[in-house]
């Protein structure tokens, strides 16, 4: 059985190399040539024509007013909680079982993250356990702010996470949160290429936020983006993740504490040329889906797919096992065959520096941490 499916991996990769990693990145397009012409410019910083083309193709691609190209897509988190207004002390809704980054973020602001549980079908936060959880520990005080009742800290932000490129219900979390007027922030770090309901990712909250890290459906090698439909918001992205600095000839003049988030100049040259082949990347991993769903069908292990009204971007393929113990078994076994396995996160609630934050009944996904496996996901060459 684990050796059928490390059989089955290596034939549909058809690759020479020994060892097959998890997600590795595709450069099958303009990346030379627009690299060339950055450097030929000499603008490689955070100055240059290809941060503002990039940041116009992602609005077109994705439908967002307003897109804003960062460093990284922790430094984009990061600021679109600031732009949330996300205070000192506050909590921020978000789920256990995401990576680390979305985590850190709300921490560096000096609030806590409280943890909601998932659903099973989608991977992200649960609707149902997101208005339980509001409905029955919440209440809304005289200036309309929603105030944990055992704690009386304000909770000004919802962040729900689109694990593995799956969309989350969106348009439930929206409903939610809006009646207990908390601001929702997505973390749509994975899932550049997924929609839900035809609209796409990090739309539906006030921001959202990308990620283009190296092991990502498309990459720059760093970087991320800011997404918003809102003008002042977008307006204040762009001005506080350039260091705030004002318009001015040669003047240093700046008017908020701001941020050196800006991309630069020859990373977003890469993401020009990746993002013109981000629809070619996702058919080809939505093959790769069609084939692991028709090998797993006929074993006893479940294969990950899409959940309903949504088209993923398959960004980590993802198989659930019996149990931990059988988990670790595969990884074990795939791992030292050279086909690079890995588990779900640790959630978040169980590391030191969040083990002391409200954590709700989180029992779906303790269940898929206990038995998810992401299994080799980079896009095939032909």
């Not at 090698?221 to 002042?232: I, M, P, S, Y």
């Not at 040329?273 to 028709?294: H, T, V």
Request: charge should be negative.
């Amino acid at each position: 059985m684990l050796k059928e499916t490390v059989d089955f991996i290596r034939s549909i990769y058809k690759t020479p190399k020994d060892f097959i990693p998890l997600h590795e990145p595709r450069f099958v397009g303009n990346e030379k040539p627009y690299l060339n012409e950055c450097i030929d410019s000499t603008f490689v910083s955070s100055v240059g024509k290809f941060v503002n083309q990039f940041e116009d193709d992602l609005k077109k691609y994705t439908g967002a007013k307003y897109a804003i190209a960062t460093s990284n897509g922790t430094a984009a988190l990061h600021i679109a909680l600031v732009l949330a207004k996300v205070q000192r002390n506050d909590l921020v809704i978000t789920q256990p079982l995401t990576f680390v980054a979305t985590c850190n973020a709300i921490a560096y602001l000096g609030a806590d993250p409280l943890f909601v549980d998932v659903d099973k079908r989608t991977l992200g936060m649960s609707p149902s356990k997101l208005h339980d959880f509001l409905h029955t520990s919440t209440y809304i005080n005289d200036k309309q702010e929603c105030i944990h009742i055992a704690t009386q800290r304000r909770i000004s932000a919802c962040v729900p996470m689109h694990t593995f490129g799956f969309p989350v219900e969106m348009d439930s979390i929206m409903e939610i949160c809006d009646v207990f007027h908390v601001a929702v922030v997505e973390d749509a770090a994975e899932s550049i290429g997924s929609f839900y309901k035809e609209q796409h990712t990090g739309t539906f909250g006030l921001l959202g936020t990308l990620s283009f890290n190296g092991n990502k459906t498309i990459t720059c090698g760093g970087g991320g983006a800011v997404l918003t439909n809102d003008d002042a918001l977008g307006v204040l992205a762009k001005h506080l993740t350039t260091q705030a600095k004002t318009p001015h000839p040669w003047e240093f003049n700046h008017d908020h504490i701001g941020y050196n988030y800006r991309m630069p100049n020859i990373n977003a040259a890469l993401a020009c040329a990746q993002l013109e082949c981000l629809d070619s990347f996702i058919e080809n991993k939505r093959q790769l889906a069609q084939l692991y769903a028709n090998f797993f069908d006929c074993m006893p292990y479940t294969f990950l797919t899409e959940p309903k009204n949504s088209k993923a971007n398959y960004w980590l393929q993802a198989i659930l096992v019996g149990d931990r113990t059988e988990r670790d078994a595969f990884l074990d076994f795939t791992n030292k065959n050279a086909v690079m396995t890995r588990p779900a996160w640790t959630l978040m609630h169980k590391l030191p520096m969040f083990e002391h934050c409200i954590t709700a009944n989180v029992e779906n996904a303790q269940f898929l941490e206990d038995r998810l496996v992401n299994i080799p996901s980079s896009v095939r060459v032909n």
